[in-house]
């Protein structure tokens, strides 16, 4: 079986050998024999699944048993399925409660999984609530008391409910961590064990992860029961004759950057797969006022129309699709040229089956992708997973989409000189070079060839012909090592290595791995109980900066700074304006010189009180009575002035000499 948004490939049933010794079960009777009733049987029937996989094979019948699991199984195996069926089978219908939890380490994981459970229990009509951070607080609350009776949610969020009390884990029977060593990645790993320590002690647990560190095993000892050790391996492959690259844009540049690859590509045909109908609805609609022929593709299409738009497909008189993936499950196209990930898949089978849809039968394909940068460590799972390294590309220029349409034109000429038969055509060359230039009359014929051509292009509104030749790319540099993962791998590290990877990730910063560092000011600290965990959390989920080139965290009473990569600044202020770290608006912006002894106007500093200012003295190595003197108010209750000082004796970090500077940047670095 495949997870719900793959499907069965007919080319693959024909590629099985035949055999008269027996008769192979249907996947009803392959599922039914894994302990599956008929509500399920329907559910699996309807989603197109084919025959269990490993993993479901191995995990199904040991939760359905009420087993512990820990289940080591990369993405793609169809792990979703192997907790998501069991949970269906095991809720009780006739309460309203949460029964099960599932804790994801992303948002759209989440989003994904709450997805798949509701298809699993649709004939149950299981009541699925997926909880995420960067979404409506009220909305939440509001279907939480409503009643459901599936969570799923990521760690942060969860626990904000769980402290609001608006979330309810008495009914809670069966839990599920979901790429467990993803979140030990991104620092949420205090977090479950907050989340477990609160969940009721008879209850089911099961563990799914790729890897299986040392903290992760430390972790389902202390929390599992006599758990059943299962073993999947990935069985995913790519097409060998398929070219698959990608393009990092940013999220809002993403139809700009389908517009100017498109242009570029000139594909015959393509499928550009998106996420959600409203998607498909809103690309398509966008290509064809680009002059595209474009049509979309997905589950409100009616059958009959969709059948028209694959018909005219194929017949070349549509030349872009617009789908999803489970509109797009079964499609009998035989020759697309180009497959576009206009939203990265979930899970590395949904990519796999994409892709498949280009370079059949022998054929070469092209797979193109656009990545936002937030989505870097699900593309490097994708590349682990599928065993393929994708290419980078740079995204074209207006001067590549001219020079490609040039080239093309010219290919063209030559073309028509080779297959001969213009002897009409000489006559007229020979008539008009009695009184013009035949070079003239040549480039005149040319421009009216190419405005032909140009008003049956898709127009983007680039002058190929005027534009100047772009200039040569230089060589292609090696492409930087991606950074190393924070997290204990199985790679033997002791518990005192594991310790001290912060300080060696911060002297890897300070050698300038990450380029130059910007320090920005967050209006939370411990009086909100943020600790660093939560604001790795926070920058590495909301705004996608992989959580190794986060550097230093200093947390004062009322306010933090953090120090991440200059480039990240405006997606890390712009991800977290809408974002809460432990219930708090971090309300960011770029730290000023004053900002550490509170000397602004704004009212920030006002909350840095005593415990602050002893912080103060201790970090920078300040007598406590000359950080009070350096604090935001004086005796009267006025704020001084930025850089004053009292009794001479300096009133802020940055007025030391350099000597205490070097230490107090010595004493940060041995910090956190």
């Not at 392959?30 to 025959?51: I, K, N, Q, Y």
């Not at 299962?230 to 950057?257: C, F, L, N, S």
Request: glycine share 6%; proline share 7%; hydrophobic share 40%.
């Amino acid at each position: 079986m495949q997870d719900m948004t793959t499907a069965h490939d007919p080319a693959e049933e024909m590629a099985q050998p035949e055999t008269n010794e027996q008769t192979l079960p249907t996947p009803e009777e392959a599922f039914a024999a894994l302990g599956l009733t008929e509500m399920s049987l329907r559910a699996v029937h309807d989603l197109g699944f084919s025959a269990p996989t490993e993993i479901q094979v191995q995990t199904i019948p040991l939760m359905l048993a009420g087993r512990d699991v820990i289940a080591q199984a990369p993405t793609g195996t169809g792990k979703t399925a192997a907790y998501g069926l069991p949970i269906v089978e095991r809720l009780d219908a006739d309460v309203l409660a949460p029964q099960a939890l599932i804790v994801c380490p992303t948002r759209e994981l989440a989003m994904q999984v709450s997805e798949a459970l509701f298809a699993f229990g649709k004939y149950r009509e299981m009541v699925t609530l997926p909880i995420y951070g960067g979404a409506p607080y009220e909305r939440q609350i509001r279907a939480l008391a409503r009643g459901v009776q599936v969570v799923v949610g990521t760690p942060g969020r969860l626990l904000d409910h769980l402290r609001r009390e608006t979330l309810k884990l008495d009914n809670i029977r069966l839990v599920v961590l979901d790429e467990a060593d993803e979140m030990l990645n991104m620092g949420f790993i205090e977090d479950i064990e907050t989340l477990l320590a609160a969940l009721p002690e008879n209850r089911q647990t099961a563990l799914f992860s790729a890897t299986i560190p040392p903290r992760i095993a430390s972790l389902a000892g202390r929390f599992l029961k006599d758990p059943q050790r299962v073993h999947a391996a990935p069985k995913v492959t790519t097409a060998p004759k398929v070219r698959q690259v990608y393009y990092e844009v940013p999220y809002a540049g993403k139809p700009d950057a389908l517009a100017r690859i498109l242009d570029h590509e000139e594909p015959q045909s393509a499928i550009v797969f998106v996420r959600t109908r409203n998607d498909a609805d809103e690309v398509a609609e966008r290509l064809n006022g680009l002059g595209y022929l474009a049509q979309p593709i997905h589950g409100e299409i009616p059958q009959a129309q969709r059948e028209r738009a694959l018909a005219r497909f194929r017949a070349g008189r549509t030349q872009i699709l617009v789908a999803t993936d489970v509109a797009a499950r079964g499609l009998d196209i035989p020759d697309v040229s180009h497959i576009i990930n206009y939203d990265l898949p979930l899970d590395p089978e949904s990519y796999v089956h994409r892709i498949g849809r280009t370079g059949r039968a022998g054929k070469e394909g092209e797979a193109l992708t656009l990545v936002t940068p937030r989505e870097q460590r699900q593309l490097r799972l994708l590349e682990k997973t599928i065993r393929h390294r994708l290419q980078r590309l740079r995204l074209p220029t207006e001067a590549d989409v001219a020079a490609r349409r040039r080239a093309a034109f010219r290919e063209e000429v030559l073309k028509i000189l080779d297959a001969g038969e213009l002897d009409a055509f000489l006559t007229m060359v020979e008539d008009l070079a009695g009184s013009r230039d035949p070079a003239e009359i040549a480039a005149a014929a040319f421009k009216m060839a190419a405005q032909a051509r140009e008003a049956m292009h898709p127009g983007s509104g680039i002058n190929w012909i005027a534009m100047p030749e772009a200039a040569p790319e230089p060589e292609p540099a090696a492409e930087e090592p991606r950074p190393r993962r924070r997290a204990a791998r199985e790679d033997g590290e002791t518990p005192e290595q594991t310790a001290s990877r912060p300080r060696r990730r911060r002297e890897s910063l300070a050698e300038g791995e990450t380029g130059k560092m910007a320090r920005l000011f967050l209006k939370v600290g411990r009086q909100h109980s943020v600790r660093p965990a939560d604001i790795v959390g926070a920058i590495a989920n909301e705004a996608g900066v992989p959580g190794e080139q986060i550097g230093d965290i200093d947390i004062y009473d009322a306010f933090s700074f953090v120090e991440i990569p200059e480039r990240y600044v405006g997606v890390v202020r712009g991800a977290l304006s809408h974002a809460t770290i432990r219930g708090q608006r971090p309300h960011v912006r770029l730290a000023q010189p004053d900002d550490r002894l509170g000397m602004r106007d704004d009212g920030d500093a006002r909350d840095l009180g005593m415990s602050g200012i002893h912080d103060l003295a201790r970090q920078e190595r300040l007598p406590v009575k000359s950080a009070r003197a350096a604090s935001p108010r004086s005796s009267a209750g006025r704020a001084f002035p930025s850089g004053r000082s009292t009794g001479g004796r300096p009133s802020s970090p940055h007025s030391l000499r350099p000597t205490d500077r070097s230490q107090a940047r010595k004493s940060k670095r041995d910090r956190w």
